[in-house]
């Protein structure tokens, strides 16, 4: 049997050196924080914009599986590319090289899987929503195509997807690392950032960042609240026109190099 550095017993379906743990992971009092936001995908975008984070995906672009699902938790990382024999023969031989089924087996509960993964064809289907569900995975995000989704609704497990397709990834798709790093619609996610998604899209924050963003989220949401409240009390238009709310500051932060995390991308 296979284990990993750590012990950990590996599936056998990626190479072991392929196959990475965890070392940092998100504290639980900061995703407890993010779970009790209001609009967590919007709010969340907006803090990233001020830090000067690109890290927010369209809804429309990965389409969410559940209406109203919302799941936040640290990324479990997969990475597929298209492999190159030829499909039929490797079905005649029932050769799969297929293996997100790693990224399941190195999930703690309140994961989220997360596949840089190949169009047009299934990256996961009902098998594999099964093993995560089990595994107390929230849901999974994927650059890429799924199936059996009546399956993965079933189960409640969300799944924000670029594409449906029946064609199975089993035969076409090779899995050649986990836990490391991967891009999702243009976003570079290191494995342990914090996954956001809900019904509006998907946002990533880097682990570095997170205390600082989910503070300025705070501060954003008690904003609006304020906002809410003054229209509730019938303050004229132009009155609230120029009122500030959540645009100013209240936390010292360091000015975020845009340039440098531009620059650090694929």
């Known amino acids: 049997m296979t284990t990993a550095t750590n012990g950990n017993a590996l599936t056998g379906k990626v190479p072991a050196e392929a196959v990475h743990q965890l070392q940092r992971r998100p504290s639980e009092e900061l995703l407890g924080r993010l ?10 975008s907006d803090a990233l914009d001020e830090f000067g984070i690109r890290g927010a995906l369209l809804a429309s672009d990965f389409r969410p599986t559940i209406a109203d699902a919302c799941v936040v938790g640290a990324a479990i990382t997969v990475r597929n590319v298209v ?3 030829e499909p ?14 790693e990224g399941h087996n190195q999930a703690r509960p309140g994961d989220v899987l997360v596949i840089q993964g190949v169009a047009g064809v ?27 989704v009546s399956r993965s609704r079933e189960l409640g497990f969300p799944v924000w997807a670029r594409e449906v397709s029946p064609i199975t990834g089993k035969w076409r798709i090779e899995t050649v690392e986990v836990n490391g790093s991967v891009e999702i619609g243009g976003v570079r996610v290191s494995p342990g950032d914090v996954v956001v998604a809900d019904s509006t ?22 904003g609006e609240r304020q906002r809410h409240a003054d229209i509730a009390s019938g303050i004229s238009v132009p009155e609230l026109a120029n009122r ?23």
Do not use: H, W
């Not at 289907?125 to 799924?146: K, N």
């Open 122 to 148: 299934s990256n996961m289907g009902g098998i594999s929503a099964t093993i995560a569900s089990r595994q107390g995975e929230l849901g999974a995000v994927v650059d890429g195509g799924i199936r059996d």
């Open 201 to 222: 899209g998907v946002c990533f924050i880097p682990l570095d960042a997170l205390e600082s963003v989910v503070t300025r989220c705070e501060e954003i949401v008690d």
């Open 35 to 44: 779970r009790v936001l209001t609009d967590p995908t919007g709010t969340v």
């Open 83 to 85: 492999q190159r024999s």
């Open 88 to 101: 039929f023969v490797l079905a005649s031989r029932r050769e799969s090289r297929l293996a997100e089924i």
């Open 244 to 266: 500030t709310y959540v645009y100013q500051y209240s936390v010292d932060r360091e000015p975020e190099d845009t340039a440098t995390r531009e620059a650090s991308k694929p």
